[in-house]
């Protein structure tokens, strides 16, 4: 592992790329229409996660002046005692050394992902899809002008410009050191990682969350929570895909109505089980799997839960781990939901599509983690740091 770089330095680079992407705009946006152009793909979702506007753009800057404004994640003490010997023992935060991030799509990955890898010490290999290929490198040019610029070696943001084959083989037996790898893309990216992965992965990506509407629920608000929740950015993992209807909901017919008839005016497909599929703008389920699937489309599927515990439990079995909401009036009934549910963000009277790095104050994300080690949810700066004993002495020696 090489020298950690000075907070200053690291702070100045991030500085730096902000000012490159605001100069070179028109550039990234060109590299982006020729990828836009090439890709011929009907995947909706990849088609949006691909394109760079102004606004992309602009977030992009945004993240890397508030990753170089927040305070250095290394070097924190989480635990110091003086042993009875007189050695001053502690722990703090470490970088973990080289991170390997692997994903479709998206080149704000590689201006997001890399700034917070950068900025807690890590070295970055970026593994991005072929589909955005142009715009990665048009990126990756001003990544190492901005270290250059501040005499930082350009091997801590390299890009990997591997197919599949070279991948996997760079997965079995790297050629460097990895320390940390984070996949983010589809499920059959994740599974491919985790198949020939030789170090620890953190499996980032998967949604398939659900909404609950109690019978408490003022049903405006639960209408209004699941439009946005579903329409507002179908290739988002935060973006919503199932909802729970309490049984015994007031004026349940009437509610679900009016439901159906905004879901169609985004033009959203949906599914539903046998105790809704009689309505009009429905179509029954015919394979129980689609519970598990995760659709980043303008689908849905709307079904009905007999009480909270039946809906906790269809959530803990179908959910994908990432989030979950329950629309009520009801607190208690709230707070039960969100201790039992089995998911890294759980909502009450709120949109899932909050589940963000950014939007949780974490000036953005290096993915968000449906794993349970070491970090759930969005991993910001602070969480892309392992951990490291300090020990200090005079000579002692163990008896």
């Known amino acids: 592992m090489s020298i950690i770089l000075e907070i200053g330095q690291r702070n100045a680079v991030l500085t730096t790329m902000a000012s490159l992407l605001a100069k070179n705009r028109q550039t990234i946006l060109a590299a982006n229409r020729t990828d836009m152009q090439r890709y011929s793909g009907d995947d909706l979702a990849m088609r949006d996660r691909l394109k760079v ?28 005692f003086t042993h009875e010997n007189g050695m001053q023992v502690s722990n703090k935060t470490a970088p973990f050394g080289t991170v390997l991030i692997i994903y479709e799509s998206r080149p704000d990955v590689t201006i997001e992902a890399a700034g917070i890898a950068f900025k807690s010490g890590n070295k970055i290999l970026l593994k991005g899809g072929k589909e955005s290929l142009n715009s990665n490198l048009a990126l990756i040019e001003l990544w190492h002008s901005a270290l250059v610029e501040h005499n930082v070696d350009t091997d801590w943001v390299t890009y990997l410009q591997f197919d599949r084959g070279e991948t996997q083989v760079f997965l079995e037996k790297p050629t460097q050191k990895v320390d940390l790898i984070v996949p983010r893309g589809g499920e059959k990216l994740i599974a491919f ?81 046998n105790t809704i599929s009689s309505m009009d703008g429905t179509q029954e389920i015919t394979d129980e799997t689609i519970w598990f699937e995760e659709f980043l489309d303008y689908k849905i599927v709307i079904g009905q839960a007999s ?65 349970k080690l070491h970090q759930r949810g969005p991993i910001g700066l602070q969480h892309l740091v392992t951990n490291k004993w300090f020990v200090k002495g005079n000579g002692q020696v163990r008896s």
């Open 53 to 80: 506007d102004d606004t992309k753009i602009d977030g992009m800057i945004v993240s890397l002046r508030q990753l170089a404004s927040q305070d250095d994640p290394l070097g924190v003490e989480r635990f110091q």
């Open 307 to 371: 009480s909270l515990e039946d809906a906790v439990t269809k959530i803990n079995r179908y959910g994908g781990g990432h989030s979950a909401s329950i629309i009520t009036a009801n607190n208690d009934t709230a707070q039960t939901f969100m201790e039992s549910v089995d998911a890294a963000a759980v909502y009450h009277n709120a949109s899932t599509r909050f589940t963000d790095g950014g939007q949780f104050g974490l000036g953005g994300e290096l993915a968000i983690s449906t794993d």
């Open 193 to 273: 990682v985790k198949q020939h992965a030789t170090c620890p992965v953190i499996v980032s990506g998967r949604g398939n969350n659900f909404v609950y509407v109690d019978r408490e629920a003022d049903l405006q608000m639960a209408s209004d929570i699941i439009i946005n929740a579903k329409t507002t950015k179908i290739s988002a993992c935060n973006a919503l895909d199932k909802v729970l209807i309490a049984t015994d909901l007031p004026r349940k017919h009437q509610f679900l109505q009016h439901l159906i008839q905004e879901l169609k005016k985004s033009k959203v497909e949906i599914f539903a089980d």
